[in-house]
């Protein structure tokens, strides 16, 4: 069994920061690629976030010079650092991540539970 597990959402005046975690746990051999997508009422998921295992990352047009992806190998958790928050940026953040779980011979895409961020104005 994989688990990923969100935290750090809330609500946040415009302007403010916010730092998401996500940590993955179970029978995991390997954590790669990792993600944070969010969905606001309305609209479709999108992608917000990318980090390679090595580091390399990349991000939505709409919060480049904002956020920041981060991650710790170490304890298979990915951050996302939230700053000059605008009410756009409200939605339910979801993380995800390419996981080869013990006994596996492939890696599947698996995501968490989401997280709400509401940011008022």
């Known amino acids: 069994q994989v688990q990923l597990v969100e935290s750090g959402g809330g609500l946040v005046q415009a302007g403010g920061s916010l730092t998401l975690s996500c940590a993955a746990s179970g029978s995991i051999v390997s954590v790669n690629a990792m993600a944070w997508h969010r969905q606001a009422p309305g609209k479709q998921r999108e992608l917000v976030a990318g980090i390679t295992r090595g580091g390399s990352t990349n991000y939505a047009d709409s919060v480049k010079g904002r956020f920041t992806i981060s991650r710790e190998n170490a304890k298979k958790t990915v951050y996302l650092r939230m700053n000059s928050l605008k009410p756009e940026d409200t939605a339910v953040y979801y993380c995800?991540?390419?996981?080869?779980?013990?006994?596996?011979?492939?890696?599947?895409?698996?995501w968490g539970q989401g997280t709400q961020v509401t940011v008022s104005s």
């Open positions: 995800n991540a390419d996981i080869l779980r013990l006994g596996s011979a492939y890696q599947y895409t698996y």
